[in-house]
Structures are given as structure tokens and as C-alpha cells.
């Protein structure tokens, strides 16, 4: 079952979105505080937020590896494909409803929805590339 994955494009990739992460959001830091309703203290991360958020993120690019595997060849275009597939119809879907359920602002949705975007077209493409 995990014969296809090559652990090195999992690691690559897990360290190239938590990266994506930090540059986007120290870009869209103060929009992104306002739309979710929260101050500076509330949106510094400790070390164990941070240490979680990069243990998710390794997680993940092992089961996206594992999705971009089985969805034929493993290579850029597959893994672009699975990134766009996977962000619209399971990761907006599922921010939209919670999102609307919090009574959360849409702008909030949009910077968080592409950051998760971004994400997985980082991982897709690292995915792909180093697994041809």
C-alpha cells in the first residue's frame, strides 16, 4: 500500500508548505487576525502549536503522496490535478460550512482557503516532481 510513496518528496514537501504557511500568513497576518476576530497575543503560536501545525503537515503530504499515487502516475501534472481536486471538493467544502456555521467572515474563509491551496499545489508539485 505505501510502496508508492517516496518518503524524501513527503518530507520535501511537508517543509515546503509549512514554509508556504509562514510567508503567507506573515503577509496576510493583520487581514487575517481581523477576519477571524482575534488579537496579537491570540494569534502568536508557541512552539507546540507550531510543532503540531508541522507534524499535521507531514502527515498530510504522506496521505496526498498516497492519493496523488493511486490516482495513476505520480509526476507534476498528477499532483497539481489532485491538489485542485482535493482543495475544492474536501477542503473549501468542509471551511465554507464550519466557516458559515461560526458566523466567521467570508474573508476569513478566502485567506485561509488560499493558504490551504497553496499548500497542496506546493506539496503536488514536490510530490510529483521528486516521485517521477
Known sequence: MFDGINLVAVAAAAIASFIFGSIWYGLLGKAWMK???????????????????????????????????????????NGIISALLVWIGIVMTTQIVNHRFQGKQWMLTLIDGGHWLGVFLVQGILIGWLSY
Open 35 to 77: 477576519a477571524a476576530e482575534i488579537g496579537k497575543e491570540q494569534a502568536r503560536p508557541t512552539p507546540a502549536v507550531l510543532g503540531t501545525a508541522f507534524f499535521c503537515q507531514v502527515i498530510m503530504a504522506f496521505v496526498f503522496a498516497g492519493i496523488i499515487f493511486h490516482s495513476g502516475e505520480t509526476n507534476i501534472r
